[in-house]
């Protein structure tokens, strides 16, 4: 599995995050904790947010430990909003297009989970897409094809909605292709403003998801990156969380649920 760490808040340097602390997302590319495998070297990427509304983006297929470019970039870019991931796929080639965050127009995405069966389902969620959100694929991968359901499905008007509605479209795939429907979905995103993020899965094993006040901010985090520095909240299951500048709200996310709930 992934980790990723997200923040927003009052502009820092992006090492503070991604490079400095002692279990930075760095070090957690080569030894992650609370992953099903200690490495994540199937690349990396940044997207931050500065004076214009789409966010910059940095990948690359290395290790992140073994990318010079990355430790500079930190040390030099400030951002009050800002994505970072590191990568352990579980499908799709390694390659810039597969590495995450994603972006199209002003939205940024980044996911550490899977869809189960996702290469018999793949075709029929591809040819669900409209024309105009189909366009913009360029990768292979599920969490790809996963942002862009969400925006095919309003994400600029409804991020919770979209979200809710993407992951019923991927279990009713699931259904119709014979599958017991499996998705693990833990995920941030952000169009500039506010920061999402979602922990969910079919079963009792969300991968894990967390959040802390970080000076004059927030972050979220696949896992703590300073243990001992930060008052760690745990985001339970079924969570789907906002965080804008006045707070954070978190709201449940139930996405087999609302299904239910429009057939009866």
């Known amino acids: 599995m992934c980790r990723w760490a997200a923040y927003l808040g009052e502009a820092i340097f992006l090492e503070e995050i991604v490079t400095a602390p002692s279990h930075s997302l760095i070090v957690q590319s080569r030894d992650a904790r609370e992953a099903k495998s200690p490495t994540n070297a199937d690349g990396f990427g ?59 127009g002003r939205w940024s995405f980044m996911h550490n989970g899977q869809i189960h069966g996702f290469e018999r389902i793949r075709r029929g969620l591809e040819n669900s897409l409209s024309d105009a959100v189909y366009d913009r694929r360029s990768g292979s991968t599920d969490s790809e094809l996963f942002f862009l359901l969400m925006i095919d499905e309003g994400l600029s008007r409804d991020p919770h909605g979209a979200a809710t509605r ?30 999402h993020a979602v922990r969910y899965a079919t079963d009792d094993h969300a991968p894990t998801l967390y959040t802390s006040a970080f000076g004059r901010g927030r972050c979220i985090v696949s896992e703590p990156f300073d243990r001992e520095g930060g008052e760690w909240q745990t985001i339970p299951p079924s969570s789907f969380v906002t965080i804008a500048r006045d707070g954070m709200v978190v709201r449940p996310f139930t996405p087999a649920l609302a299904e239910l709930a429009l057939a009866s």
């Open 166 to 195: 993407a992951a019923n479209r991927v279990l009713d795939a699931s259904r119709r292709a014979g599958l017991d429907p499996a998705l693990k979905l833990t995920a941030a995103f952000s169009d500039g403003k506010a920061l």
């Open 46 to 104: 940044l997207a931050w947010y500065g004076g214009r509304p789409e966010p910059g983006l940095y990948r690359d297929i290395l290790p992140a430990w073994s990318d010079p470019n990355l430790k500079s970039l930190c040390q030099q870019i400030r951002s009050g909003l800002f994505l970072a991931h590191v990568r352990a796929s579980t499908g799709g080639g390694t390659s810039r297009m597969n590495c995450h965050p994603f972006i199209s």
